[in-house]
């Protein structure tokens, strides 16, 4: 599933300083394969300008009430061909001018004519937020279904700090996927767990790996793009977990901390996924003071950590298990057996080499199997694009 291609999207923009951070979301959109057409307001051009908006869209800006184009009008045009319309950054007086239907530009007319998805992301002084009035605005577009994100705390343009700065880009790109992507998985509660696990040696020092939780949070953003209710076990990540309503993280450090919190949601998920990189051992005891450097040579003792995704194969009634395999050799072979060996309804299997680290990359490919053996083989892409493939097979074999 390819949420943003072929779909076409149509960026408002007011007039407020975060109007030069719209540019970078025209890019992102554009890059995810969508068509923009952006509908500045008069304000918003004394922030940004037409040409770069038009450069960075591929496409001829909406600016003018009375605009067309071989005689068709503007805005009623792009009404009907558009998908979504987001507002970035949505001031207090666009806002105001949403709520009670005022018409006076091409993006509110556009707006008008529209009966689609629509998102907003508020930009202003932290008391223009709060003002009375404009919660009451925000009020009425909530309850006609405008979706809203932000705005956060930070920065503002007058210098100060507090509420009121625009949603980062990436937030309000990460929303518009979920606005665009079907809901195939609602209604399902799904556990994935990711990222390394830690296991200390004493104060200072612990065993772990490469394991940078990119491929798990893939999986947890495209189930919740997909309307499923996520419940994200990780360890420590490089990357920071998603803020959608629908995903819901546990931080943890160890294998056992991992297993305790699995076995607390499993009853109530109907999809597990396992794609942590669970160390193998820990040492068999954890020194409470710093292990001093004294001997030339020294020695470890390990003792086995418990295997989470047997622990679930073994459950009765057992959520759908989808289990993954980091190998360095005989990747058919050796992850068919974790497969049959583990009970997994589906396997992804990784091939690791010097080529293709996976660990800590921004791609993947991967080999899916089930318990009779291969059945995809999922070419090498973005973590997020495999994510979405992978949850194309396990939606057709999930029964719910
Ligand atoms: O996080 P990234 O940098 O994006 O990298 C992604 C990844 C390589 C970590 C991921 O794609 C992946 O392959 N995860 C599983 C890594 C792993 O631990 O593989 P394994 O072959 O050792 O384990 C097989 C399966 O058993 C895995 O589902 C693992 O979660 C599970 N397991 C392993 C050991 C253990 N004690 N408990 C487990 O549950």
Redesign the pocket.
């Known amino acids: 599933m390819k949420q943003a291609a072929a779909k076409h999207i149509t960026i408002g923009i007011g007039g407020g300083i975060s109007a030069y951070r719209t540019l970078e979301l025209i890019r992102l959109l554009k890059k995810s394969g969508a068509s923009v057409t952006v509908a500045p307001t008069k304000a918003a051009l004394h922030f940004v300008t037409e040409l770069s908006l038009e450069t960075l869209s591929q496409s001829a800006c909406l600016c003018h009430p009375l605009q067309t184009n071989n005689g068709q009008i503007s805005h009623i045009e792009e009404a009907y061909r558009t998908d979504l319309i987001v507002i970035a950054p949505a001031t207090c007086d666009l806002i105001a001018k949403m709520a009670h239907g005022f018409a006076d530009e091409i993006l509110l007319q556009t707006l008008l004519s529209f009966q689609g998805p629509v998102l907003i992301a508020p930009a202003m002084e932290t008391h223009m937020w709060q003002h009375p009035a404009t919660q009451a605005n925000i009020e009425i577009l909530r309850n006609r279904g405008i979706q809203i994100i932000g705005p956060d705390s930070g920065d503002l343009a007058s210098g100060r700090q507090g509420l009121g700065r625009m949603a980062s880009v990436d937030a309000i790109f990460e929303h518009i996927l979920a606005m665009l992507t079907p809901k195939d998985l609602a209604g399902i509660q799904a556990l994935v767990?990711?990222?390394p696990t830690i296991e200390s040696l004493d104060p200072i020092r612990f065993l772990s790996n490469?394991?940078?939780?990119?491929?798990?949070v893939a999986l947890a953003k495209a189930l919740a793009q997909r309307g499923a209710m996520v419940h994200l076990v990780h360890g420590p990540m490089s990357v920071t977990p998603p803020r959608l309503a629908n995903i819901r993280t546990y931080p943890i450090r160890s294998?056992n901390d991992m297993l305790g919190q699995v076995l607390e949601l499993v009853d109530h998920v109907q999809l597990a996924i396992?794609?942590?990189?669970?160390?193998?051992y820990r040492p068999t005891q954890v020194v409470q003071e710093k292990i001093k450097k004294s001997q030339e040579n020294t020695t470890l003792a390990l003792v086995k950590?418990?295997?989470?995704?047997?622990t679930l194969g073994q459950l009765s009634p057992k959520p759908f298990l989808v289990?993954?395999?980091?190998?360095t050799s005989d990747l058919e072979k050796n992850a068919w057996q974790?497969c049959l060996e583990?009970s997994c309804d589906l396997l992804?299997a990784?091939l690791?080499t010097k080529a293709n680290p996976?660990?800590?990359?921004d791609e993947?490919q991967i080999l899916v199997f089930d318990q009779n053996g291969l059945i995809l083989h999922i070419e090498n892409q973005s973590?997020d694009r495999v994510a979405h493939l992978i949850l194309d097979t396990v939606r057709q074999r999930l029964v719910f």
């Open positions: 767990t990711a990222g490469h394991s940078s939780g990119k491929m798990g294998a396992c794609c942590a990189a669970v160390a193998d950590n418990p295997d989470i995704l047997r289990g993954f395999a980091a190998e974790k583990k992804c990784n690791i996976v660990f800590g990359a993947n973590k």
